[in-house]
Structure formats: C-alpha cells, structure tokens
C-alpha cells in the first residue's frame, strides 16, 4: 500500500519531534548477540540484544560415545591455555556423528571467545605408574611403543603404554623406574639392532 500524503507527514513529524532511539541497558556485560537489523521497527518489549553478564563461559563439544559414562561432572578440560570444568554429559547419542554433548564452563576472563571454533582437550587424572618422558624418545618397534633405557652396557629397548602425549611430553607407563635416563637421539640405529635380534 503507498502511503497518502497525510501519512508521510506525520510519519516526518514523528522523526522530527523524537529523533534518534537510544537504549540504556538495565545492566553492564558484554553484548552477546544483536537481534535487530538497521531500520527495522521494533514491537514493544521486543528483545533487541541480549546482554551477557556472567562471569562463565560455556563450552560445547561433542564427545565420543564410547566414553559415555567415564566423564563425570567436574572433571578438568584445557582449550590452549585455558582450563575449565565439564558441568554435564549427554546419555543420548546423536546417530549422525555418533556423539554426546558436552558442556564445560570457563571463567569469562579466560580468553575464550564466544561462538568461536576450538579444540578442546579432556585432561584425566595419570594412574598412579604414570611416568612422563619427552615425546622423542618414543619409537615403534614391531608395532608396539618403545624407548630406550640407559644401561651401564648401553641401552635396553623397553615396550610401554602410551597414555598421551603432545608435541613435548609423553606419558607413560611400563618397566621403567622414576629417573631412569632415556634415549631421544639415534633411536633409528638402536632400532635397527632391536629388530636384528
């Protein structure tokens, strides 16, 4: 419908006489979402952005349904640097990427921001024979993880489980005593006389 000339009128005396809108907000946060668009018209008691003030971040991420059960409301997460808590896990398993939502909460002066992709990583607590040794002293040998252990003859090839690791550390567990000095150079030669023997 085009509007009359009486309409436009009163239409440019209405902008005349309030000029522009402003919005005060009730409370101080940080804007976490804006649900109108410029000049659109906004219905009375309309949300026009939401304002967050909390100091929590939520996190969700998928976890794999083979660990359903095993992580349990308050167990440590990291995203980088960052460290929070998970606060629940899903029992209901989404058929089409065979995972369950997990939701953990970091502090809002995390450096996370939100609606942002991340990684994050699920940190467990090591049994009680976790040993931690650098990343490169790892080696396969016939498909099983091995380091080599310092002898007073040499050096002793020794098969360990392989709990984690990243590009520095790895954690262990295996026939190794705290203290023990391991090889993390020319692990291909003493490889090669593991495998001649």
């Known amino acids: 419908m085009v509007p009359s000339a009486r309409d436009c009128r009163y239409g440019r005396q209405f902008l005349a006489?309030?000029?522009?809108?402003?919005?005060?907000a009730a409370?101080?946060?940080?804007?976490?979402?804006?649900?109108?668009?410029?000049?659109?018209?906004?219905?009375a008691m309309a949300s026009t952005l939401v304002?967050?003030?909390?100091?929590?971040l939520w996190l969700e991420a998928q976890l794999p349904a083979d660990l359903i059960g095993q992580v349990k409301p308050g167990a440590m997460v990291s995203v980088g640097d960052a460290r929070g808590k998970v606060i629940a896990a899903g029992m209901t398993v989404d058929p089409r990427t065979r995972s369950v939502?997990?939701?953990a909460e970091f502090p809002a002066s995390s450096g996370l921001?939100?609606?942002?992709?991340?990684?994050?990583?699920?940190?467990?607590?090591?049994?009680?024979?976790?040993?931690?040794v650098p990343t490169a002293a790892l080696?396969?040998?016939?498909?099983?993880?091995?380091?080599?252990?310092?002898?007073p003859t040499g050096f002793q090839?020794?098969?360990?489980?392989?709990?984690?690791?990243?590009?520095?550390?790895?954690?262990?567990?295996?026939?190794i005593e705290p203290g023990q000095r391991v090889a993390i150079a020319g692990l291909s030669e003493l490889k090669v006389l593991v495998e001649q023997d």
């Not at 006489?17 to 005060?24: C, L, P, Q």
């Not at 101080?28 to 219905?43: K, N």
């Open 157 to 175: 090839s020794v098969n360990v489980n392989v709990l984690g690791k990243n590009s520095d550390t790895a954690a262990i567990s295996g026939a």
């Open 17 to 24: 006489h309030f000029g522009t809108a402003h919005k005060i």
């Open 51 to 56: 304002i967050d003030k909390s100091d929590k």
């Open 27 to 43: 409370n101080v946060g940080r804007i976490a979402s804006i649900d109108i668009e410029p000049g659109a018209s906004v219905e």
């Open 113 to 132: 921001i939100p609606g942002s992709a991340v990684t994050m990583t699920l940190l467990a607590p090591a049994p009680n024979d976790t040993l931690s």
């Open 139 to 151: 080696v396969r040998v016939q498909t099983k993880d091995t380091i080599f252990v310092a002898t």
């Open 101 to 103: 939502v997990l939701r």
